[in-house]
């Protein structure tokens, strides 16, 4: 059974800095692509951040260019979420994401989520 478990969430003030992590198991994902994705109360799920295990390419969500990088450690199986420079708009459940379909640089689906987690930004 593949699981996707996200930890690292929390509440934080505008300008301070969290780490998510993802831990899979189950399957490896060394050569898919694994992501993240939000939502926000009220508002559908978008796409945040996605890295190709194939080519070690990066995808980003315009809203967190420059402030957020993702990275990924396949001998541990998991992804990370750097988040700095947080604002209050980026307030929302992040869900960890195996297997994302990437069109125009954008991820739009996965074939795996994880539970998400929890991240309220002050401001």
């Known amino acids: 059974q593949v699981q996707l478990v996200e930890s690292g969430g929390g509440l934080v003030q505008a ?33 945040v951040a996605a890295f190709s295990g194939a080519s070690y390419t990066t995808y980003y969500a315009d809203s967190v260019k420059g402030r957020f990088t993702i990275s990924r450690d396949n001998a541990q199986n998991t992804v990370y979420l750097q988040m700095n420079s947080l604002k209050s708009e980026d307030t929302a459940v992040y869900y960890c994401a195996g297997k994302v379909a990437v069109i125009a640089r954008k991820g739009t689906t996965a074939d795996y989520w994880g539970q998400g987690t929890q991240v309220t930004v002050s401001s």
């Open 15 to 47: 300008g301070d800095s969290l780490r998510l992590s993802c831990a899979a198991s189950g399957r490896t994902f060394s050569r898919d692509v694994m992501g993240w994705f939000r939502q926000a109360p009220g508002k559908e799920r978008e796409f």
